[in-house]
């Protein structure tokens, strides 16, 4: 038995099949994960994510703390509420975790960690509070639905006060504001619009049930797996991990160079990679044959073999699509070992869906 | 709980097998199985002509999440796969003990009978 989320009894309820997700008692999903998928595609569908990792981080010291810690820069963050997607590095440039970073205020960051990597974050953080004037707090007692799909705001919107409503549904994206106990973000992780709650742990039941009661559907990792895929999102430990660098991972756009004086850490190996060009990327794969990319096959290229780090059948395209680290001078055409045969797949760009439609063409 | 038809054979890696009346044999996934597995999304059936073994992995299905290997329950010669899967894969899900049929075998005739479970059997190896 592993760690539960205050939605727990909600998902045996909703006749939910768990599995061990990073410690946790997760839902894979709640009778079909591609039915599931494609409510999200279509209306609304909710996620409980309770699992993640809430850190605060106050004091006089805390912008500068994490304008060190983080690649991309908060500074970027001017209005209260909004918000940035980064990776937190090692010394060698490589990913300790991604995570996102809410600006909340002067002194007042909120940072959402993942859930696998929760002990060596905090302890990662702690270790460089030391001496600068922050206070890292862990919110262990807070739970996060996401709710996603492009009816999703409209659907939640009937959790909030009336006072809040026009508030919360006028965010932009990467924006949240405090919508009383409820931290309404206006992010995700599937590529269609709608907002990562945080809340009280002990409302969260309630607020479920009332999203249930407005039609939105319970999702499980399932779903919110194939969906990030095909909305080209990492999902880091497969993805990316201490051994990559965001340029070999597809997220050289999430690190901040400039100003050049910041002096982040990782900085120096990844500047001097940058120089001297990263030997591997992180790109998309669509598999042309008949079958399915999984995590771990091996990619043929002409500049060398590669590996499918995230693979899957993708609802929205009928097809079957993955990430891939291959040599930096892979071409467009490739081949992937699936059970002893080479099948043919082409390098594509990711997304390979936003907001309901492909972005890739198919033939 | 899942469906066990009695008129079936089953074995313990969660095949059926169906005793037709032209001697063949026809395999598939059990409704246990499938339903282990979720979503299925895509199926390699074996060619006409293979040979196989028992015990032989032969037919591969794939839910969004996983591969898993299918095998055979008997010696002898794949007469067929069922080609619908190629397009129609969900109906492993739908029909696992109809459509949803992954191959027939015609058994060798010098095979021993292989050590198949009834529908009782197989049913208290799902309690286990």
């Known amino acids: 038995m592993g760690e539960q989320t205050p939605l727990y009894s909600e998902h045996e309820r909703l006749g939910a099949r768990l599995v061990d997700f990073g410690g946790w008692d997760m839902p894979l999903h709640?009778?079909?994960?591609?039915?599931?998928?494609?409510?999200?595609?279509?209306?609304?569908?909710?996620?409980?994510?309770?699992?993640?990792?809430?850190?605060?981080?106050?004091?006089?010291?805390?912008?500068?703390?994490?304008?060190?810690?983080?690649?991309?820069?908060?500074?970027?963050?001017?209005?209260?509420?909004?918000?940035?997607?980064?990776?937190?590095?090692?010394?060698?440039?490589?990913?300790?975790?991604?995570?996102?970073?809410?600006?909340?205020?002067?002194?007042?960051?909120?940072?959402?960690v993942n859930a696998a990597t929760r002990a060596k974050d905090l302890a990662w953080l702690q270790r460089h509070a030391e001496g600068a004037e922050v206070v890292v707090e862990e919110r262990p007692e807070l739970a996060m639905i996401a709710v996603q799909g492009p009816s999703a705001r409209e659907r939640a919107a009937r959790l909030?006060?009336?006072?809040?409503?026009?508030?919360?549904?006028?965010?932009?994206?990467?924006?949240?504001?405090?919508?009383?106990?409820?931290?309404?973000?206006?992010?995700?992780?599937?590529?269609?619009?709608?907002?990562?709650?945080?809340?009280?742990?002990?409302?969260?039941?309630?607020?479920?049930?009332?999203?249930?009661?407005?039609?939105?559907?319970?999702?499980?990792?399932?779903?919110?797996?194939?969906?990030?895929?095909?909305?080209?999102?990492?999902?880091?430990?497969?993805d990316m991990d201490e051994t990559t660098t965001p340029l070999e991972s597809g997220l050289g756009w999430t690190v901040a160079w400039e100003p050049a004086a910041r002096d982040f850490?990782?900085?120096?190996?990844?500047?001097?990679?940058?120089?001297?060009?990263?030997?591997?990327?992180?790109?998309?794969?669509?598999?042309?044959?008949?079958?399915?990319?999984?995590?771990?096959?091996?990619?043929?290229?002409?500049?060398?073999?590669?590996?499918?780090?995230s693979g899957s059948f993708a609802p929205t395209l009928a097809r079957s699509i993955g990430f891939a680290r291959v040599p930096a001078g892979a071409g467009e055409q490739v081949q992937v070992d699936i059970r002893g045969r080479l099948l043919a797949a082409r390098v594509v760009r990711p997304p390979f869906v936003r907001n309901g439609k492909p972005r890739i063409q198919l033939d | 709980m899942s469906n066990i038809p009695s008129?079936?054979?089953?074995?313990?890696?969660?095949?059926?097998?169906?005793?037709?009346?032209?001697?063949?044999?026809?395999?598939?996934?059990?409704?246990?199985?499938?339903?282990?597995?979720?979503?299925?999304?895509?199926?390699?059936?074996?060619?006409?002509?293979?040979?196989?073994?028992?015990?032989e992995a032969c037919a591969v299905v794939e839910s969004v999440k996983a591969a898993s290997d299918v095998y055979s329950p008997v010696d002898g010669e794949v007469v067929a796969g069922n080609e619908a899967l190629a397009g129609q894969p969900e109906l492993l899900n739908t029909d696992p003990y109809g459509e949803g049929w992954i191959m027939k075998v015609r058994p060798a005739a010098s095979a021993e009978t292989p050590t198949l479970l009834d529908a009782n059997t197989y049913a208290s190896t799902l309690e286990e």
């Open chain 1, 30 to 112: 709640y009778g079909s994960q591609v039915d599931e998928h494609h409510v999200v595609r279509r209306e609304a569908g909710m996620f409980d994510v309770s699992h993640m990792t809430v850190v605060d981080v106050a004091g006089p010291g805390a912008g500068p703390w994490l304008r060190r810690l983080l690649a991309n820069d908060v500074a970027r963050l001017q209005a209260p509420g909004k918000a940035l997607y980064t990776c937190m590095l090692n010394d060698d440039g490589g990913v300790i975790d991604d995570l996102i970073a809410y600006y909340l205020g002067p002194g007042d960051y909120r940072l959402v």
């Open chain 1, 160 to 238: 909030l006060a009336e006072e809040h409503r026009a508030t919360a549904l006028a965010l932009t994206p990467f924006t949240a504001a405090q919508c009383g106990e409820l931290f309404v973000a206006r992010t995700g992780y599937t590529g269609e619009d709608g907002w990562e709650i945080i809340l009280p742990g002990e409302r969260a039941a309630e607020a479920w049930q009332a999203l249930l009661a407005a039609g939105v559907k319970p999702c499980g990792l399932g779903a919110r797996d194939t969906l990030r895929l095909e909305a080209g999102m990492n999902l880091y430990g497969q």
């Open chain 1, 265 to 309: 850490i990782g900085r120096a190996a990844l500047q001097a990679q940058r120089d001297a060009g990263a030997p591997r990327k992180l790109v998309g794969l669509l598999l042309e044959d008949r079958g399915v990319l999984r995590g771990h096959q091996r990619v043929v290229t002409p500049a060398g073999d590669g590996e499918v780090t």
């Open chain 2, 7 to 55: 008129d079936l054979k089953y074995t313990r890696s969660h095949e059926w097998l169906r005793q037709e009346d032209d001697g063949t044999v026809t395999v598939g996934i059990t409704d246990h199985a499938q339903d282990a597995l979720g979503d299925l999304v895509f199926v390699e059936t074996p060619e006409a002509g293979r040979s196989v073994k028992a015990g």
